[in-house]
């Protein structure tokens, strides 16, 4: 299958000749100018120690475990690396990039607790998550401690970054409301979706891009700039993580597919799929019918059935657009190896998927 990527040119595209396998955050970074690359190593061992510092609360051995459970656990620090690229297209302040990006991943940390009992979850990030190991009471808890030590730390780079920080948890909290809300009259299935994904998972990617940028001393342009960069890397991100949760090769991939169908959720490539109105969409709808698809084989037929729909296509347009739109955000940032990081960045995010 061939396809076009988004390439760190300015919102240009070029033709991708073959699939690539599942693409991770550390093989984004191996692009970059070298020096940069360094840099970011350099920041994100940083940011991990400080983030392990941050959740030891002297003379509580409990609370320090539960809180870096999910850290110790590992993950992409996606939000980390995007603070800390942003701050490199200007005059980074060391001190107020490793807070500042210790905060947002805080903030992260702290929403998955919370996602996880929503979603009864039994794992997250390969281990047992906080509420299959101490209940969702405790999980609840531990959730807004990691969401007030972020706030602390926040508060050590700037009390604009706090206010920025109370206004994306606002977002996230309507996010996370709207998702699998029942649709209101005139409310399409798709634009509903993609205003979840702005809000739940974009708007964090957004403070990420502002705060990097704000630690940069960049001027307000610029600094808003990143931002509507990282609120269209944002949405693209959860469209990729759909079309993987369809397409990945689990073996290449770490990912099993159809955990979505198996929770129920209604993602992008499921949505264009029913709407196609087409065979494949009337025998999904069937499969569907129930919500989660607790059955190996229905899952694996449903898989199928995405993978063969025009849905797919749709998706992977969606995809493209956004991961544009970001790349085109970054027009009027200043030129450099942190601008083209970013452009690979938007390009990663597409390439991840095939």
Known sequence: MTRTSVLPAGGRVATDPAPTKHLDVRACIGSFDAALASAVRSALAEVETELHRRVVTPGDPWLSEAAGHLIRAGGKRLRPLLVILAAQTGRPDPFRILRAATAVELMH??????????????????????????GNRLAVLVGDHLMAIACMTALEVDTELVRR??????????????????????????????????DKSASLFALCGWAGAACGGADEAVAEAIAQYGEALGVAFQISDDLLDIVADS????????????KGVRTL?????????????????????????????????????????????????ELHRHAATAANSLAGVPEGPARDALLSLSDFVVRRTY
């Open 165 to 198: 920080q109370g206004w994306t948890l606002t977002r996230l909290v309507h996010g996370q409301a709207t998702e699998g809300s029942a649709l209101r009259a005139g409310e399409d299935a798709v634009e509903q979706y993609l205003q979840v994904a702005s």
């Open 109 to 134: 940390v702290a929403t998955l607790h919370h996602d996880d009992v929503m979603d009864n979850a039994i794992l997250r990030h390969g281990v047992p998550s906080a509420n299959a190991r101490w």
């Open 269 to 317: 490539p499921i949505l264009h799929a029913l709407a196609a109105g087409d065979q494949h969409a009337e025998r999904l709808s069937e499969i569907l019918a129930n919500g989660a698809v607790d059955d190996y084989a229905l899952r694996q037929e449903a898989l199928e059935l995405l993978r063969t729909s025009p849905g797919l296509e749709r998706s992977y347009d």
């Open 251 to 262: 073996a290449a991939s770490g990912k099993t597919r159809g955990i979505d169908l198996q």
